[in-house]
Every structure is written in structure tokens, then in C-alpha cells.
């Protein structure tokens, strides 16, 4: 009787000992490891996210954002032609002179890889021109991957040109444009393409894109590096490179421009084969 009777209090100590983390920590000790990793289901051990504190108000830049543009000045650009003018918290792509003289697209000082970016942008109002003519610009992630900006709202083109498409590739999944002259906005996760110490591609770039609040990228892989009228394709490049945009001789406006750069641990890892 005796022996039954530690064998039960062993038992129960040590359920006690896994159930809330020996009363330090809350979580469990003694739950399976998940696969491909070192933690437990709700491991007591696990380190807990870091704190970011939003902006008070949507789309604005939360605690740990890099702030490219805040309306105030152009500082974390450099142009490569003409400098983009501000007025009153709105940056405009420059017109051009005489026989297309001027311009050129902003060069963010900063290099980033994987990353997180919001953008604001507007379209001309009344709109003068059609198709790739009227409110275009562009993201470059690298200075190579572009995320297509539009003008849109009515506006017939070919569908692997318009606002939300990777341009060259892959149209969007629906047409969420706004009318010219409203603002719109971008929330882009970027993630890198990887290469092996040979050149070789590793793993392609991806992209999820929501435009004005509806997704029209998820977890898109792109082909390459953008190429007007051709198929796009990879070179190996460093981790880390500006991010571009284009001037494509439309004064789209721009305002609240920030970015997230992640970690390595965001990047969605496959499941091994004998995890599933």
C-alpha cells in the first residue's frame, strides 16, 4: 500500500511540475517537441515576441518602423535626376522638360532585403492620358522586383501591367483601384530571393500585396528581375539593396512611407515530409 501510495504522489508531482511552468513561467514542460524545431507545444521556455507599439492611427508607422517619408522632407532618398518635390506632407513625381529632359526615379539611402513596407499613393485628377500612360509608377524592391502602381480605376491596359500586378508576370487578383485623385494604399510584404555560394537560385523572391485593403498577392513567387517586354530572370545579388520608385513620367503622389525590415525567422519555413 504503501509503495502505491508514492508511486501516485511521484506521479502527481510531476504533472504538477509540467502543467504551469513550476509556477514561474505559465505554459508546459512536458508536451511534445514541434517538429523541426527545439520548443514544445506551449513551451513554458520559449522566449515571448517583442513589444512594437502601433501607430494610434491606421497605416500609421509602429514603433520600430524605419520612416522613409513623413512628409516633411525627401532626406532618406536620393534622386537620380530631378529631386522630387514636397508640399504641404506630399511628394510628387517631378514633371519633365523639354524633349523628356529631367525626372528620374528616388533611390532610398538604406539597402533592405526582407521587409515590410506601407505606402500612400494618388493618382492624378483630372486623368489626361490611358492604359500605362495614366498614374503609372512603381516598387522596386532591390531595385528590381517591381510591384506594378496604376492608375487603375477604368482604366484598359494589358493585366500584367496594371496597379497590383508584379509587373511582367503575374496581374492581380482583382482590380481594387480607387478613383484618381483619392489616395490609396500599399502594404507589401517583400521577401528575398537566395542564392547558393555558386550563383544558383536557392529559393525565388515572394510577394504579398494588399492594395486598399484587399489582397491581391499572396505569397506570389517572382520570375526575376523585372524586364519590360521579357520574360524576367535571376542574377545573384547581396542580400540587401535600396528600394526604387519609378518615375514614369506621371506626377504620382506619394506620403507615409515606412518600412519593417524581418528577420529570418519570419520567412515561412515548408514542413519536412516526416513532420506532417
Avoid: C
Avoid at 520548443?39 to 514603433?63: L, N
Avoid at 525626372?103 to 538604406?110: E, I, P, R, T, W
Avoid at 490609396?184 to 517583400?190: A, C, G, I, K, L
Avoid at 529559393?203 to 506570389?220: E, K, M, S
Amino acid at each position: 500500500m504503501r509503495l502505491r501510495t508514492i508511486t501516485v504522489l511521484g506521479s502527481v508531482l510531476t504533472a504538477l511540475a509540467g502543467s504551469a511552468g513550476a509556477q514561474d513561467k505559465p505554459g508546459f514542460r512536458d508536451t511534445p517537441v514541434l517538429p523541426g524545431g527545439q520548443w514544445k507545444v506551449h513551451d513554458a521556455d520559449r522566449p515571448t515576441p517583442t513589444v512594437v507599439t502601433p501607430a494610434a492611427q491606421p497605416g500609421g508607422a509602429p514603433s520600430d518602423a524605419i520612416v522613409l517619408f513623413d512628409g516633411r522632407s525627401t532626406d532618406a532618398w536620393s534622386p537620380k535626376g530631378t529631386p522630387w518635390p514636397v508640399k504641404d506632407g506630399v511628394m510628387t513625381v517631378p514633371p519633365r522638360g523639354p524633349g523628356g529632359k529631367g525626372g528620374g526615379d528616388l533611390v532610398s539611402k538604406q539597402s533592405f532585403g526582407d521587409v515590410q513596407l506601407h505606402l500612400e499613393f494618388r493618382s492624378p485628377n483630372p486623368p489626361t492620358k490611358t492604359s500605362q500612360d495614366r498614374g503609372n509608377s512603381g516598387i522596386w524592391f532591390m531595385q528590381r522586383y517591381e510591384v506594378q502602381i496604376l492608375d487603375g480605376y477604368q482604366n484598359p491596359t494589358y493585366a500584367d501591367g496594371t496597379v497590383g500586378a508584379v509587373y511582367g508576370f503575374k496581374p492581380p487578383l482583382v482590380n481594387a483601384s480607387r478613383k484618381p485623385g483619392e489616395w490609396q494604399t500599399y502594404d507589401v510584404v517583400f521577401e528575398r530571393p537566395r542564392f547558393a555560394a555558386d550563383g544558383s537560385l536557392v529559393r525565388p523572391a515572394y510577394v504579398t500585396a494588399i492594395l486598399n485593403g484587399v489582397v491581391v498577392q499572396n505569397h506570389q513567387a517572382m520570375l526575376g528581375t523585372t524586364i519590360w517586354r521579357q520574360i524576367a530572370k535571376y542574377e545573384a545579388h547581396g542580400d540587401a539593396a535600396p528600394i526604387q520608385l519609378q518615375d514614369h513620367d506621371s506626377p504620382v503622389s506619394f506620403r507615409n512611407i515606412w518600412v519593417r525590415p524581418l528577420p529570418e525567422s519570419a520567412i515561412a519555413q515548408d514542413l519536412k515530409e516526416n513532420s506532417k
